[in-house]
């Protein structure tokens, strides 16, 4: 399956405008026909009506963000401000990286202190010479990714908590710290004190997880509640799979509702992903988790013992879930 940042140039390549190609990859998260995707954001090519103000690929993530935190009433002023809050920052993000907003600034359009003439609203033919002189592929595509890693996963939220990517050196540090007392807690009537602290230092220690996170392709996201880091979820792509590596939830603070929460945020980022299916692993002896899992609509598709070393194995069941 194609991620979304193929799809947005394989719609900019077919002809589509650079605003229709960013917002059209992701229509169908909204229950919008590609129809209807295009007419949306079909005035915001070129700059708005080729008019080169605000680039169109920028301006597609603008409508994804409305999709994702507009307010829908008209008294709604945190609606409002949350929404241009999230606008502001995909413009500081896009400003930062490509040294403007501004699609004749982009191109380099503007000669000899004279503006662009935009007089004409015929567009330039789709070239090969077109494709190859212009940087508006590379443009869509990073504006693609902003609107998965900025609007549909890093600020997620459900119901009960939000999911916060864990990127700092002091995130990582505080979520070691969750780790080792989730994992002493968690598998203590499974596994021997030894092989507890044998697995957290070699799979959830700090140094293990910054190793993972640069070089594995491994993502950790805080389960954040009410002011407090509440647990984790580490996960990875996997193909045409998203693999749930970690789902945990301190003791004190189970029973509020948080693991269906992430249950969704995996669903939703699955789907944003053109991903079909999540899947883990989970010791055979821990019966309650396995419940769990099996309830959300997980099925086991392998059993599996893997020697981890120093004398240790994992005994697991490998389940799936069909998104």
């Known amino acids: 399956m194609k991620s979304r940042v193929d799809v947005a140039e394989a719609l900019f390549r077919e002809g589509y405008n650079c605003s229709q190609a960013v917002f059209g990859a992701h229509g169908d998260l909204y229950g919008l026909e590609r129809d209807m995707a295009m007419r949306l954001a079909a005035s915001f090519g070129g700059g708005m009506g080729r008019m080169r103000e605000v680039c169109g690929t920028l301006s597609?993530?603008?409508?994804?963000?409305?999709?994702?935190?507009?307010?829908?009433?008209?008294?709604?002023?945190?609606?409002?401000?949350?929404?241009?809050?999230?606008?502001?920052?995909?413009?500081?993000?896009?400003?930062?990286e490509n040294g403007s907003i501004i699609c004749r600034e982009l191109l380099g359009l503007d000669k000899n202190g004279q503006k662009a003439d935009t007089s004409v609203t015929t567009p330039d033919a789709r070239t090969e010479e077109y494709y190859r002189k212009r940087p508006c592929i590379q443009l869509i595509?990073?504006?693609?990714?902003?609107?998965?890693?900025?609007?549909?996963?890093?600020?997620?939220?459900?119901?009960?908590?939000?999911?916060?990517?864990?990127?700092?050196?002091?995130?990582?540090?505080?979520?070691?710290?969750?780790?080792?007392?989730?994992w002493h807690q968690h598998f203590a009537t499974i596994l021997s004190p030894e092989q507890i602290?044998?697995?957290?230092?070699?799979?959830?220690?700090?140094?293990?997880?910054?190793?993972?996170?640069?070089?594995?392709?491994?993502?950790?996201?805080?389960?954040?509640?009410?002011?407090?880091?509440?647990?984790?979820?580490?996960?990875?792509?996997?193909?045409d799979r998203l693999f749930l590596s970690k789902l945990y939830i301190l003791q004190r603070y189970r029973g509020n509702g948080y693991a269906s929460g992430a249950f969704e945020f995996m669903r939703r980022l699955a789907k944003v992903r053109g991903l079909r299916a999540v899947w883990l692993t989970v010791n055979r002896y821990n019966a309650d988790t396995i419940a769990i899992y099996k309830k959300k609509g997980f099925v086991v598709t392998e059993e599996k013992v893997t020697d981890i070393g120093n004398g240790f194995v994992m005994d697991d069941y490998f389940m799936e879930w069909q998104i």
């Open 60 to 96: 597609g993530t603008f409508l994804i963000a409305g999709m994702e935190t507009g307010a829908t009433e008209g008294k709604d002023a945190a609606g409002k401000k949350r929404n241009y809050d999230m606008v502001q920052q995909l413009a500081g993000v896009y400003r930062a």
């Open 197 to 239: 602290d044998y697995m957290v230092d070699k799979f959830q220690s700090e140094h293990a997880m910054r190793e993972q996170m640069e070089n594995q392709s491994y993502e950790y996201y805080f389960i954040h509640a009410n002011g407090v880091n509440v647990g984790y979820v580490g996960i990875k792509p996997d193909g």
């Open 141 to 182: 595509r990073r504006a693609a990714a902003m609107a998965e890693e900025m609007l549909l996963y890093r600020y997620f939220s459900c119901d009960t908590a939000e999911f916060v990517r864990v990127e700092t050196e002091e995130q990582l540090a505080e979520l070691a710290t969750i780790a080792n007392e989730v």
